[in-house]
């Protein structure tokens, strides 16, 4: 990856879940350093700030069945704008949130530059339910889905150009909670995947290797990684609501992000779902960071 500008954006956003905390991730994120760890690799980094975010309480829809539906909406149309602004001035976004449904205005603003888009889901959960089949109507478990055009209109239509990504150019990995709908739909849409079984089969370094290969064949113009932090084993990563046993350990997910790092395709990220209250000593927060080291190029030698 060539040495680039690069813009800190926080979105300090829980309105997709229901767990109090995860407001606090992109500060816990610049508590453990993210700043200087990209300054000292020799990029020029300009911290953004924090999208707005109005703290209100926490509502549900009845007839859309999603929780906090309006504030999301806010949040995920004013982090659109501030992604889309940045990439105007020729700088890389790394985006910290905040649960995972901010990828839903993250995505959005990035797809505004890019005709064919690829996305890396480095995930415990596919976050692809819709409206019709969220067990909770947590938003946090749908922005895959609605960057794929499906689920509320409003939120899709975020992306001015909806649908902002293409089912054939996502790949997702680590997941090893799948709900039945999400199941249904992967095999329908036949959405690129590799859970934890092809992980402990094939090992962390073919399933890089497939994923780029597979990317390139399809002629992306630019790859998004969204990385939420319960993709690893919660031994690793404590303070994530919605922790799986039996995930990616630390060093496969350090040789994934060294292994994209080569391949020169990323142009975006962002790393979700850091919670400092269920946390333990920032543990998960400087788990983050050094993953953000090794895919903006650190190396061990």
Same mark, same amino acid.
């Given at each position: 990856?060539? !040495?680039?500008?690069?813009?800190? +954006?926080?979105?300090?956003?829980?309105?997709?879940?229901?767990?109090?905390?995860?407001?606090?991730?992109?500060?816990?994120?610049?508590?453990?350093?993210?700043?200087?760890?990209?300054?000292?690799?020799?990029?020029?980094? &300009?911290?953004? =700030?924090?999208?707005?975010?109005?703290?209100?309480?926490?509502?549900? @829809? #009845?007839?859309?069945?999603?929780?906090?539906?309006?504030?999301?909406?806010? %949040?995920? #149309?004013?982090?659109?704008?501030?992604?889309?602004? %940045?990439?105007?001035?020729?700088?890389?976004?790394? +985006?910290?949130?905040?649960?995972? @449904?901010? @990828?839903? /205005?993250?995505?959005? =603003?990035?797809?505004?530059?890019?005709?064919?888009?690829?996305?890396?889901?480095?995930?415990?959960?596919?976050?692809?339910?819709?409206?019709? $089949? $969220?067990?909770? /109507?947590?938003?946090?478990?749908?922005?895959?889905?609605?960057?794929?055009?499906?689920?509320?209109?409003?939120?899709?239509?975020?992306?001015?150009?909806?649908?902002?990504?293409?089912?054939?150019?996502?790949?997702?990995?680590?997941?090893?909670?799948?709900? #039945?709908?999400?199941?249904?739909?992967?095999?329908? !849409?036949?959405?690129?995947?590799?859970?934890?079984?092809?992980?402990?089969?094939?090992?962390? @370094?073919?399933?890089?290797? #497939?994923?780029?290969?597979?990317?390139?064949?399809?002629?992306?113009?630019?790859?998004?990684?969204?990385?939420?932090?319960?993709?690893?084993?919660?031994?690793?990563?404590? /303070?994530?609501?919605?922790?799986?046993?039996?995930?990616?350990?630390?060093?496969?997910?350090?040789?994934?992000?060294?292994?994209?790092?080569?391949?020169?395709?990323?142009?975006?990220?962002?790393?979700?779902?850091? &919670?400092?209250?269920?946390?333990?000593? &920032?543990?998960?927060?400087?788990?983050?960071?050094?993953?953000? /080291?090794?895919?903006?190029?650190? !190396?061990?030698?």
């Amino acid at each position: 990856m060539e !040495k680039k500008k690069i813009s800190i +954006i926080g979105v300090p956003s829980d309105y997709g879940q229901q767990r109090r905390g995860v407001d606090m991730g992109p500060s816990a994120m610049r508590y453990a350093g993210a700043i200087e760890r990209l300054e000292k690799l020799g990029y020029d980094v &300009n911290d953004e =700030g924090n999208v707005s975010v109005h703290k209100t309480k926490k509502t549900k @829809s #009845e007839e859309d069945k999603l929780l906090n539906l309006e504030e999301v909406l806010e %949040v995920s #149309e004013q982090l659109a704008e501030k992604v889309d602004e %940045v990439i105007k001035q020729g700088r890389f976004p790394v +985006i910290l949130g905040g649960d995972h @449904s901010i @990828s839903i /205005g993250s995505i959005a =603003g990035i797809r505004r530059h890019y005709k064919n888009l690829g996305v890396i889901w480095f995930d415990a959960h596919t976050d692809i339910n819709t409206p019709e $089949t $969220t067990p909770s /109507g947590n938003i946090h478990g749908m922005p895959l889905a609605v960057n794929l055009g499906l689920g509320d209109e409003r939120l899709i239509n975020v992306a001015k150009d909806a649908p902002a990504v293409k089912f054939e150019n996502v790949v997702i990995i680590g997941a090893r909670s799948i709900d #039945e709908g999400e199941k249904a739909l992967i095999k329908e !849409k036949k959405i690129k995947i590799f859970t934890m079984h092809e992980i402990d089969r094939m090992g962390m @370094s073919k399933v890089i290797e #497939e994923t780029v290969a597979y990317l390139k064949a399809r002629q992306v113009d630019g790859v998004h990684i969204s990385i939420d932090l319960d993709a690893l084993d919660p031994i690793y990563t404590p /303070g994530v609501g919605t922790p799986v046993p039996g995930g990616i350990t630390y060093r496969e997910s350090h040789l994934a992000m060294e292994m994209l790092e080569e391949a020169k395709i990323i142009t975006s990220c962002e790393f979700v779902e850091v &919670n400092p209250i269920l946390d333990e000593r &920032n543990k998960t927060a400087d788990t983050a960071v050094a993953l953000m /080291g090794s895919l903006m190029g650190e !190396k061990l030698v």
